[in-house]
């Protein structure tokens, strides 16, 4: 059946991966434009509609993976990234006082800004590799399923 793939089933599927980098341009593009792409070319056949599906599935779970570790990491704001806090005085305890500034800090940034920077690069680095990886096998006429990604669409 990859045999019968036509140019422009492999560049549909190409331009439906590379098209989720219009969210660096306005807000929500790695969703609207895929979707619209996807709506537009998936009648046309069974490998431009999978790869459709895998961008937009893959888009979904990088953004749930974003909301848990965000929920994950306040926490660690609370408890790291918070300056002053008299946490004693919810117990009235008005004498001692907790001040968490001079945490640890490396080169003037917080324990928290490192990882919050950490955990974005890293988010942006595997929404960029395995999306020119992804781009690159449907050019190429494979059939590519991203890893670490939840089928919302099936």
């Excluded at 190409?14 to 929500?28: E, G, I, W």
């Excluded at 490998?47 to 974003?66: A, P, R, T």
């Excluded at 609370?78 to 305890?93: H, L, M, R, Y």
């Excluded at 907790?98 to 945490?103: L, T």
């Amino acid at each position: 059946m990859e045999s019968a793939l036509t140019k422009h089933d492999k560049n549909v599927a190409t331009v439906l991966h590379v098209a989720s980098f219009s969210k660096y341009f306005f807000p929500f593009g790695n969703f609207i434009l895929p979707v619209i792409l996807w709506s537009m070319y998936k009648k046309d056949g069974d490998y431009i509609d999978h790869h459709g599906k895998e961008v937009i599935n893959f888009q979904l779970s990088l953004l749930c993976y974003k909301i848990a570790a965000t929920i994950l990491c306040i926490p660690f704001f609370v408890v790291f990234g918070a300056k002053n806090i008299n946490t004693w005085d919810i117990f009235c305890f008005n004498g001692i006082s907790i001040n968490v500034d001079k945490g640890f800090h490396f080169f003037g940034v917080s324990f928290v800004e490192i990882i919050l920077g950490l955990g974005a690069l890293l988010f942006f680095a595997v929404n960029i590799t395995y999306t020119i990886v992804a781009a690159m096998k449907a050019n190429e006429g494979e059939r590519y399923r991203y890893p670490l990604t939840y089928r919302f669409i099936k």
